[in-house]
């Protein structure tokens, strides 16, 4: 009873805590944003499958599938370093766990805590079977645990219903010094939907707490194609940018595939967060382009970056998921960052 009284008090504080912010205008002074993402390299792995998330691994990468029952481990060259199974492996004995049954891993984050450093890997929560977490050890993936987060999950659902959220659905997550990001995949016209918390109240309850984080929730308005709305797939915290990758995909749920109309990629400035700019907030955002002038015809799912020069210019690696059982890396280069 008590913990049901917390999270009608939390989610009570969220709806009046985001119905009192105002709207801003731009001012005129405010510069256009030419932000640029340019695919300089592409990569095919026909036995890496759906790959939902990456993140970096000395000078290589980590990469896992929404459907892989493995972390996979690149070389600083794309080259496959290896694989660990975190999960039973039974169910990909056809290369694919089945949708019914898999976890959708569709986010991952480095942290360190007490001197040692894991990755969080985070279930879609898009059905029962999703509703899960596990952490593993970064320096020996062979440790590794399993973690139900279905309570959590819940209270999520009920914080996004206050804020014009039918489905549940996370695709991205970031965490630094301070805070735990949380990105929501929209549906149809529904704004795309940031979540965030204190870090040590979020690890606290990933490691184990029955205490639930307390979110903040700020809301995005991502770019349309034709009648279909942009939405988030991916995330990764750089400096004071949380850098994202999105798409328009035409599905009707959080389950089924669609066809896919767009990808994406942009930043959200952090610091804009403390200034209560209320919302729907626009950011930087851009579609792909390919060398020929055409634009990525692929379904971005998460990227890492780096900054590769002082004049705005950031090297990008993003994986994406063919729906096929394949994915791909590419190598892309952000330019005209503010």
Same mark, same amino acid.
């Given at each position: 009873?008590?913990?049901?009284?917390?999270?009608?008090?939390?989610?009570?504080?969220?709806?009046?805590?985001?119905?009192?912010?105002?709207?801003?205008?731009?001012?005129?002074?405010?510069?256009?944003?030419?932000?640029?993402?340019?695919?300089?390299?592409?990569?095919?792995?026909?036995?890496?499958?759906?790959?939902?998330?990456?993140?970096?691994?000395?000078?290589?990468?980590?990469?896992?599938?929404?459907?892989?029952?493995?972390?996979?481990?690149?070389?600083?060259?794309?080259?496959?370093?290896?694989?660990?199974?975190?999960?039973?492996?039974?169910?990909?004995?056809?290369?694919?766990?089945?949708?019914?049954?898999?976890?959708?891993?569709?986010?991952?984050?480095?942290?360190?805590?007490?001197?040692?450093?894991?990755?969080?890997?985070?279930?879609?929560?898009?059905?029962?079977?999703?509703?899960?977490?596990?952490?593993?050890?970064?320096?020996?993936?062979?440790?590794?645990?399993?973690?139900?987060?279905?309570?959590?999950?819940?209270?999520?659902?009920?914080?996004?219903?206050?804020?014009?959220?039918?489905?549940?659905? @996370?695709?991205?997550?970031?965490?630094?010094?301070?805070?735990?990001?949380?990105?929501?995949?929209?549906?149809?016209?529904?704004?795309?939907?940031?979540?965030?918390?204190?870090?040590?109240?979020?690890?606290?309850?990933?490691?184990?707490?029955?205490?639930?984080?307390?979110?903040?929730?700020?809301?995005?308005?991502?770019?349309?194609?034709?009648?279909?709305?942009?939405?988030?797939?991916?995330?990764?915290? @750089?400096?004071?940018?949380?850098?994202?990758?999105?798409?328009?995909?035409?599905?009707?749920?959080?389950?089924?595939?669609?066809?896919?109309?767009?990808?994406?990629?942009?930043?959200?400035?952090?610091?804009?967060?403390?200034?209560?700019?209320?919302?729907?907030?626009?950011?930087?955002?851009?579609?792909?382009?390919?060398?020929?002038?055409?634009?990525?015809?692929?379904?971005?799912?998460?990227?890492?970056?780096?900054?590769?020069?002082?004049?705005?210019?950031?090297?990008?690696?993003?994986?994406?998921?063919?729906?096929?059982?394949?994915?791909?890396?590419?190598?892309?280069?952000?330019?005209?960052?503010?």
């Amino acid at each position: 009873m008590t913990r049901y009284l917390y999270f009608v008090i939390l989610a009570s504080f969220i709806f009046f805590g985001t119905a009192c912010q105002k709207k801003t205008v731009p001012q005129e002074s405010e510069k256009p944003l030419q932000m640029q993402a340019s695919v300089t390299q592409t990569i095919p792995f026909a036995n890496m499958p759906s790959a939902s998330g990456i993140e970096k691994a000395g000078t290589g990468y980590y990469v896992i599938g929404d459907d892989a029952p493995f972390l996979y481990l690149l070389d600083a060259n794309f080259k496959p370093a290896g694989k660990f199974a975190f999960m039973d492996t039974v169910s990909f004995a056809s290369g694919r766990i089945p949708s019914a049954t898999k976890p959708d891993l569709e986010s991952m984050a480095q942290f360190t805590r007490s001197d040692t450093t894991y990755l969080l890997m985070l279930g879609s929560g898009s059905a029962a079977t999703r509703n899960v977490a596990y952490l593993v050890q970064a320096d020996n993936p062979k440790k590794y645990k399993k973690v139900d987060v279905s309570d959590f999950y819940t209270f999520l659902k009920q914080v996004l219903a206050r804020n014009g959220a039918d489905q549940l659905n @996370l695709e991205g997550l970031a965490i630094n010094d301070t805070h735990a990001y949380l990105l929501q995949r929209s549906f149809g016209q529904e704004q795309s939907i940031l979540l965030r918390f204190k870090r040590e109240e979020f690890l606290n309850y990933i490691t184990g707490s029955t205490a639930m984080p307390i979110a903040s929730v700020f809301h995005f308005q991502l770019p349309k194609l034709g009648p279909y709305q942009a939405s988030f797939s991916g995330a990764y915290l @750089l400096q004071d940018n949380l850098f994202f990758t999105a798409t328009i995909e035409g599905t009707p749920d959080a389950i089924a595939d669609g066809e896919v109309h767009g990808s994406f990629v942009g930043y959200i400035p952090l610091l804009e967060l403390q200034e209560n700019k209320g919302f729907p907030v626009t950011i930087p955002v851009v579609q792909l382009d390919l060398a020929d002038g055409k634009k990525y015809a692929g379904k971005v799912e998460s990227l890492v970056v780096s900054q590769a020069d002082s004049l705005g210019t950031f090297r990008a690696i993003i994986v994406s998921d063919d729906d096929k059982g394949g994915s791909d890396l590419l190598e892309v280069t952000l330019s005209g960052i503010q």
